[in-house]
């Protein structure tokens, strides 16, 4: 199973161990894909992936399962398979407390962004909609994208919503900052695997439903993020993802 390093609170590391919302996901997945194939004991072995390389790993079969922050797309799907949406979240801004919420009011100014990320894509398309003349600044990690906006070299930066909510609590300077209110997008995310599989994506399938049912996945998210609300998008996917027999 490969997953995110950077991610947190959906998938990150710690002492080189996988942690975080989907990582929690798949180690309670897996025993249930092998009770389907009447196996009583599965090794996990999670495998350490980047945005760059995560989708070409699972297409050559380096990786069986993606247990990361991957949002669900139809040019993704061209180069690998989706399980049912296991996690919704959307993109929205970290900023200082004193700027404005609205993306409209940073015509001129700087808007940092991870590269290799759907929110790049959600940015530039917005801001061409829009008409909002920001430039575009792209990092290789949210980890240098948060420094940026805490030395001011930046004066927004954007990613989804978990995400930046765990950066601003996280930061020295979370007094001075904020996330904005609402979202820019809808982005549903799924565990990915190698396409043409069919009967591994049932099992996975399978799994993820039972986990649903039981309740376990609302358990993941609470665990993953200590006080958090489930928002609209969240409740919806509880009532829809899951697929019974």
């Known amino acids: 199973m490969g997953y995110r390093t950077d991610a947190a609170p959906l998938s990150y590391q710690v002492d080189g161990k996988p942690h975080g919302y989907s990582p929690v996901v798949c180690n309670a997945l897996a025993p ?17 992936v980047d945005t760059k390389n995560r989708f070409e790993k699972v297409a050559s079969g380096d990786i069986d399962l993606l247990c990361g922050a991957a949002t669900i797309t ?16 959307g993109a929205a801004l970290a900023l200082r407390k004193d700027a404005p919420d609205s993306l409209k009011e940073f015509s001129g100014q700087k ?20 008409n ?11 980890i240098f994208g948060m420094a940026a906006l805490e030395n001011a070299e930046i004066q927004a930066y954007f990613a989804d919503q978990s995400i930046l909510m765990n950066m601003v609590l996280k930061s020295e300077d979370k007094h001075n900052l904020k996330v904005s209110e609402g979202i820019l997008s809808v982005e549903k995310h799924g565990l990915a695997m190698a396409r043409g599989d069919t009967d591994f994506r049932l099992a996975v399938d399978r799994g993820l439903s ?7 996945m609302q358990k993941a998210f609470e665990k993953a993020l200590p006080g958090a609300t489930s928002g609209f998008g969240l409740k919806a996917m509880y009532l829809l993802s899951p697929t019974f027999p």
């Open 32 to 48: 249930l894909i092998g009770k389907q194939l009447g196996l009583s004991d599965i090794k996990i072995v999670f495998e350490p």
């Open 132 to 142: 909002i003349d920001a430039e575009v600044i792209s990092f290789s990690s949210h």
């Open 74 to 89: 139809l040019s993704r799907r061209e180069i690998v398979d989706f399980s049912i949406p296991t996690y919704v979240d």
């Open 210 to 216: 039972e986990l649903f049912v039981n309740g376990y």
């Open 111 to 130: 808007i940092g962004v991870r590269s290799g990320t759907t929110t790049l894509e959600t940015l530039t398309k917005t801001l061409k909609t829009e």
